[in-house]
């Protein structure tokens, strides 16, 4: 486990819990698909808070980041990928779960374990730095900006899968709803 991942698989007592099963070629066949189904479970959650529109606002783009990562990050892009968001009341959660390689599953645990160990708004000024004297194409801003922009909790398991060479990953993000509106 990597970062500060919780099974919410074993909690009980969530207020709600709603999934979602999708292939990421759908997704790759027209990206505007991310966005809609992250503004979709925006309003949809956003029904919990009193200011709904700043809600929202809020988590539209938290979803948004974990679905587009979810989709470019699954090896088999035919292969059915999970979303998992959870209201267990003083947070709201998220978790994807795809199948990734091993050079993907090592990055994605560095990743998430670095932005647990350090500060969020000096790994974005490090990340900017990098991509533009070292790799445009290398935003790697996604989850330091939820965690800079949203105090996000990101976490991370890792689990060698069934299929030869590749890893279960779950990814989760997690926000207190006093951040969200």
Same mark, same amino acid.
């Given at each position: 486990?990597?970062?500060?991942?919780?099974?919410?698989?074993? +909690?009980?007592?969530?207020?709600?819990?709603?999934?979602?099963?999708?292939?990421?070629?759908?997704?790759?066949?027209?990206? +505007?698909?991310?966005?809609?189904?992250?503004?979709?479970?925006?309003?949809?959650?956003?029904?919990?808070?009193?200011?709904? +529109?700043? %809600?929202? *606002?809020?988590?539209?783009?938290?979803?948004?980041?974990?679905? /587009? *990562?979810?989709?470019?990050?699954?090896?088999?892009?035919? +292969?059915?990928?999970? $979303? $998992?968001?959870?209201?267990?009341? /003083?947070?709201?959660?998220?978790?994807?779960?795809?199948?990734?390689?091993?050079?993907?599953?090592?990055?994605?645990?560095?990743?998430?374990?670095?932005? %647990?160990?350090?500060?969020?708004?000096?790994?974005?000024?490090?990340?900017?730095?990098?991509?533009?004297?070292?790799?445009?194409?290398?935003?790697?801003?996604?989850?330091?900006?939820?965690?800079?922009? #949203?105090?996000?909790?990101?976490?991370?398991?890792?689990?060698?899968?069934?299929?030869?060479?590749? #890893? *279960?990953?779950? $990814?989760?993000?997690?926000?207190?709803?006093?951040?969200?509106?």
């Amino acid at each position: 486990m990597f970062g500060s991942y919780v099974d919410l698989e074993q +909690r009980a007592g969530a207020l709600a819990r709603v999934e979602v099963e999708f292939a990421p070629l759908d997704m790759v066949a027209d990206w +505007r698909r991310c966005g809609e189904m992250a503004d979709f479970f925006g309003a949809y959650f956003s029904h919990d808070f009193a200011d709904r +529109r700043t %809600a929202e *606002n809020t988590l539209s783009p938290v979803i948004n980041e974990l679905l /587009e *990562n979810l989709v470019k990050f699954a090896t088999d892009k035919k +292969r059915p990928v999970r $979303v $998992v968001m959870y209201n267990l009341g /003083e947070v709201l959660a998220f978790e994807t779960h795809n199948e990734c390689n091993p050079s993907q599953a090592e990055r994605l645990g560095t990743q998430v374990q670095m932005l %647990a160990d350090r500060d969020a708004e000096d790994l974005f000024v490090e990340q900017v730095e990098y991509a533009a004297a070292e790799d445009p194409s290398a935003s790697g801003l996604g989850f330091i900006t939820l965690k800079k922009d #949203y105090q996000a909790i990101v976490g991370a398991r890792l689990i060698q899968s069934e299929l030869e060479g590749q #890893y *279960n990953a779950r $990814v989760q993000v997690r926000l207190g709803t006093q951040e969200i509106g």
